[in-house]
């Protein structure tokens, strides 16, 4: 008797868990975007990590989870915590391909982020790989996964990975989109300057 | 001739007759406006293709689903599945995708009868019941469209027909069949464990005993519930869910929806939303779709849902003074379909819709043809009622000319 009483009162904290965990997650995450906004990093990182934590606590999949990790990728990136923005995102990626084909612009456009924070870490191969993911997809949704600055970044990875030919080719394919995508923008002085390194 | 006297062959000709006109009305003209997605039958429709891999209509909201898979895992697959079966059977047009609506929605007015019949054993107040149910608009309009409600709402019925017939097997496969279509299935169980409780509650108050047979009976239902839920999902799973177990499926679906609250996708369908105790007041209507010559509009006939108020207070008084099994019935169909929204409600903050109500409609229907039947008014009145709720339903019907 005293067992299946425990089991029941187990089972309905399970569930009851589930309630009171979406609440706290969204008071979590409004304070973290706060911090952020605020420029104080550090707190929108504890912040971010609690609300991975309460979301855990839900499915893998669920998508309060999959906001979690986006948001603190996107922190990562602002705080050049590399290491750290490849761990979200690779745990993204996973859960992204579960749900969608691999040709979800979003899943696209995260593996060339996956791409750019293995090039600041100096995994040059890794990242070529992942911007060959990401550019599968581009080529596909060109204005809205940026293909050009996808094209620059590849350009950059082939220069520093010693293939100058390559690498040639890609900042001429990345002029080329940017002249569709962003006429007069600003990633032509960047093409600029990065092919001249 | 008063209803209670119709003889069986009347009746069953009455019965028939009813039935017949529902499902012509149900699947009058279902292929108007063409393929057009009504409502939320966009994410249904779309998830029947995805699973049989054939061309989806313009707008899926879902383009980037794996091929060959459900891609709406916030709901369980059964419902889904059996559209597509239909579009396999029938081929990929209007009529297949809402026709086991319009099957289920003719069903769900049999099973009134057979419910009300069994407990009131009053052909006159069963078909009464049935009429009313038939005559709802909200029930006419998930009655022809692809969406869940009215398979949850037959097979939530179909539990309790069995219960009643006293068939506790079926009854808790019936009920976890609803669960396996949608979530709000559960309130199958909840109306069996709420009509056994007030009945074994009242047995105990009179005798001061508990009658262990009826305990047995529901703890059997509940039982055969739980031990098919996982059983009947893993079988469904089995080829077109993403979810490696059936007990991995119902977790992301609890957590779906006992956690999601702010997060909503892009596209989404701007639907008005509604808390439980507006629904009472018949307020917020789904404008489902308007189109042509068709308006379907989500509102229930103000002659069933105005009477909640009295209906239920009849209940109350009956199911204490005698424990009418009709009366019991209905307390235990709107305890266990409607006060779950209305506790979750007060709990939190997710979105609740009008059509959420549909499950209470048929126990509004059977308590008002009872209510009716025991109130000693003219034959006139009663039937300037049953008039009344009709012309509700022709203002409401969705045509409004020739297609």
């Known amino acids: 008797m005293a067992v299946s009483r425990l089991l029941i009162a187990g089972l309905v904290a399970v569930l009851a868990g589930a309630c009171v965990n979406g609440p706290r997650w969204e008071a979590t995450m409004a304070r973290a975007r706060q911090e952020r906004e605020r420029g104080d990093y550090t707190a929108a990182e504890r912040?971010?990590?609690?609300?991975?934590?309460?979301?855990?606590?839900?499915?893998?999949?669920?998508?309060?989870?999959?906001?979690?990790?986006?948001?603190?990728?996107?922190?990562?990136?602002?705080?050049?915590?590399?290491?750290?923005?490849?761990?979200?995102?690779?745990?993204?990626?996973?859960k992204l391909e579960t749900l969608y084909r691999e040709d979800h612009p979003s899943i696209g456009a995260m593996h060339g982020d996956l791409g750019r924070a293995c090039d600041a870490l100096g995994q040059l191969d890794e990242a070529h790989a992942h911007y060959v993911k990401a550019l599968a997809v581009a080529v596909q949704v060109p204005a809205q996964n940026a293909i050009d600055y996808l094209y620059l970044d590849m350009a950059v990875n082939a220069q520093r990975r010693g293939r100058t030919e390559e690498a040639g080719a890609l900042f001429a394919k990345a002029e080329s989109a940017a002249r569709q995508l962003h006429p007069g923008g600003a990633i032509f002085d960047e093409i600029r300057t990065k092919r001249g390194r | 001739m008063s209803p209670a006297e119709l003889s069986p062959r009347y009746s069953?000709?009455?019965?028939?007759?009813?039935?017949?006109?529902?499902?012509?009305?149900?699947?009058?003209?279902?292929?108007?406006?063409?393929?057009?997605a009504i409502l939320d039958e966009g994410y249904y429709l779309s998830s029947a293709h995805n699973i049989l891999g054939v061309?989806?209509?313009?707008?899926?909201?879902?383009?980037?689903?794996?091929?060959?898979?459900?891609?709406?895992?916030?709901?369980?697959?059964?419902?889904?599945?059996l559209i597509a079966l239909s579009i396999r059977l029938l081929g990929d047009?209007?009529?297949?995708?809402?026709?086991?609506?319009?099957?289920?929605?003719?069903?769900?007015?049999?099973?009134?009868?057979?419910?009300?019949?069994?407990?009131?054993?009053?052909?006159?107040v069963s078909l009464a019941a049935a009429t009313f149910t038939a005559l709802d608009p909200m029930m006419l309009v998930n009655s022809r469209i692809a969406m869940l409600e009215i398979f949850v709402t037959a097979l939530i019925l179909a539990a309790l027909y069995f219960y009643v017939r006293r068939l506790p097997v079926l009854a808790g496969v019936a009920s976890a069949l609803a669960v396996c279509v949608k979530l709000t299935g559960v309130s199958a169980i909840l109306c069996v464990v709420a009509f056994e409780t007030m009945r074994a509650l009242r047995h105990r108050i009179l005798t001061r005993r508990w009658n262990v047979a009826r305990l047995r009976s529901v703890a059997l239902t509940v039982g055969v519930c739980?031990?098919?839920?996982?059983?009947?999902?893993?079988?469904?799973?089995?080829?077109?869910?993403?979810?490696?177990?059936?007990?991995?499926?119902?977790?992301?679906?609890?957590?779906?929806?006992?956690?999601?609250?702010?997060?909503?996708?892009?596209?989404?369908?701007?639907?008005?939303?509604?808390?439980?105790w507006q629904w009472l007041l018949n307020v917020r209507e789904i404008p489902y779709l308007s189109q042509g010559v068709l308006h379907l509009r989500g509102l229930y006939n103000p002659f069933l849902i105005f009477a909640f108020g009295p209906v239920v207070a009849w209940a109350v008084w009956l199911a204490a003074r005698r424990g009418g099994s009709a009366a019991?019935?209905?307390?235990?169909?709107?305890?266990?379909?409607?006060?779950?929204?209305?506790?979750?409600?007060?709990?939190?903050?997710?979105?609740?819709?009008?059509?959420?109500?549909?499950?209470?409609?048929?126990?509004?229907?059977?308590?008002?043809?009872?209510?009716?039947?025991?109130?000693?008014?003219?034959?006139?009145?009663?039937?300037?009622y049953l008039v009344a709720a009709a012309a509700a339903f022709v203002y409401y019907f969705p045509f409004r000319g020739w297609p």
Not at chain 2, 18 to 27: D, H, K, N
């Open chain 2, 93 to 124: 047009t209007p009529y297949a995708w809402r026709l086991p609506s319009a099957a289920a929605g003719t069903v769900v007015i049999w099973l009134v009868y057979l419910v009300a019949h069994r407990l009131t054993r009053r052909r006159g």
């Open chain 2, 55 to 81: 061309e989806q209509l313009p707008g899926n909201p879902y383009p980037y689903a794996r091929p060959g898979l459900d891609p709406l895992i916030e709901h369980p697959i059964a419902g889904k599945l």
């Open chain 2, 12 to 36: 069953r000709v009455l019965l028939i007759v009813l039935l017949a006109m529902s499902f012509g009305v149900r699947t009058l003209w279902l292929d108007y406006p063409g393929r057009v």
């Open chain 1, 47 to 94: 912040s971010l990590l609690d609300a991975l934590g309460q979301a855990d606590r839900l499915h893998p999949l669920h998508p309060y989870e999959l906001e979690t990790n986006t948001e603190l990728a996107r922190l990562y990136f602002k705080t050049g915590d590399f290491a750290k923005a490849k761990d979200a995102l690779t745990r993204l990626v996973g």
């Open chain 2, 328 to 384: 019991l019935m209905v307390l235990a169909i709107a305890g266990g379909c409607y006060l779950p929204f209305v506790a979750g409600a007060l709990l939190v903050p997710r979105p609740a819709y009008l059509y959420y109500f549909l499950p209470v409609i048929p126990a509004l229907a059977i308590g008002l043809a009872s209510l009716g039947a025991s109130l000693r008014l003219p034959r006139a009145i009663k039937a300037g």
């Open chain 2, 226 to 276: 739980v031990i098919c839920v996982p059983l009947l999902l893993w079988l469904f799973n089995s080829r077109a869910s993403l979810f490696p177990n059936p007990f991995d499926n119902l977790r992301y679906m609890y957590t779906h929806l006992a956690a999601t609250f702010s997060f909503r996708p892009p596209e989404a369908v701007v639907v008005p939303q509604s808390r439980p």
